[in-house]
């Protein structure tokens, strides 16, 4: 696809969202499988199926509902993508962060994305949240691969702080003060759709990641090519010693991260109460 194709199918997404808006708010909560409750608790002014919208993909994930939605949690105006796109649903990486492109064109400032992961460090405990520091990209694409895009990004974008720090700090603070306790590590994205093996989880432990999931990365490349301040929090869903290597069950995942999800959801309500309205750095009237 060209330059002046992917443009023009960023631009027509964006006009289809905007004129249905009066405003555009500049955060974004792209919601896994730890804060899917969180939709249901949003003070919704706009939803729009996936499909309704030029160009989006559509999710294959059955615990992934396709929705872009805005309104009030907590306080604060936000967007919210309930569901997301993986590389292993046989997209691309360009294709799994079209969506987040289109929110940058909209004037998003401030990401927060979730995920729920399988844990690496044996000092974590199914259902705890991990504070992403870091990660490692394996998967076998980047989502800036072919042309640059001058206007929406660098050629060689700098990701030596691809996580905020101011805001991985506010986020220590609050788990403080809402007496949640809080992990920190290294995240690994692989390709999935099959889950590791002793040896590879070995590997990955070698290569100093804590834990390990097939989404999220593709997303903060994109986020800091925009310019964008990211924030991402990690459901702990199980751990697995490669030395004591158990079966790992989908169906355990999903629930152990739901069950996560309810602390998680007061954590993210916590954070966004007391985010700085300055760090959002402005909204973007809509032509709605």
């Excluded at 555009?24 to 499909?51: H, N």
């Excluded at 990660?135 to 030596?160: A, C, Q, T, V």
């Excluded at 629930?255 to 109460?273: D, T």
Aim: proline share 7%.
């Amino acid at each position: 696809m060209t330059i002046t194709n992917i443009k023009q199918r960023i631009e027509e997404a964006t006009n289809f969202i905007e004129k249905q808006v009066p405003f555009c708010p500049a955060l974004l909560l792209i919601l896994g499988t730890g804060l899917s409750g969180v939709a249901e608790r949003i003070q919704k002014e706009l939803e729009i199926p996936y499909e309704e919208i030029p160009h989006f993909p559509t999710s294959t994930v059955p615990s992934h509902r396709g929705r872009l939605l805005m309104g009030r949690f907590a306080g604060r105006y936000i967007w919210a993508f309930q569901g997301r796109f993986h590389y292993y649903e046989g997209y691309s990486a360009q294709e799994v962060t079209f969506p987040l492109r289109v929110m940058t064109r909209l004037g998003v400032k401030t990401l927060i994305i979730s995920n729920a992961s399988g844990g690496l460090n044996l000092s974590f405990s199914p259902g705890d949240i991990m504070l992403i520091r870091d990660h490692i990209n394996l998967i076998p694409d980047n989502p800036l691969r072919g042309p640059n895009i001058d206007e929406w990004g660098p050629r060689f974008p700098d990701l030596s702080e691809a996580y905020s720090l101011r805001l991985r700090e506010l986020m220590k603070e609050v788990a403080r003060e809402e007496g949640i306790e809080l992990r920190e590590g290294v995240y690994v994205a692989v390709a999935g759709p099959s889950l590791e093996t002793p040896a590879e989880t070995r590997m990955l432990r070698l290569l100093g990641a804590d834990a390990v999931g097939m989404s999220t990365t593709p997303e903060v490349i994109v986020a800091n090519h925009a310019g964008l301040e990211v924030l991402g929090l990690s459901v702990i869903a199980n751990v697995n010693d490669p030395d004591n290597f158990q079966p790992i069950l989908l169906e355990d995942v999903i629930s152990s991260a739901e069950a996560a999800g309810i602390k998680l959801e007061r954590l993210v309500a916590a954070f966004l109460k007391r985010l700085p309205e300055e760090w959002l750095k402005g909204e973007r009237r809509g032509r709605g």
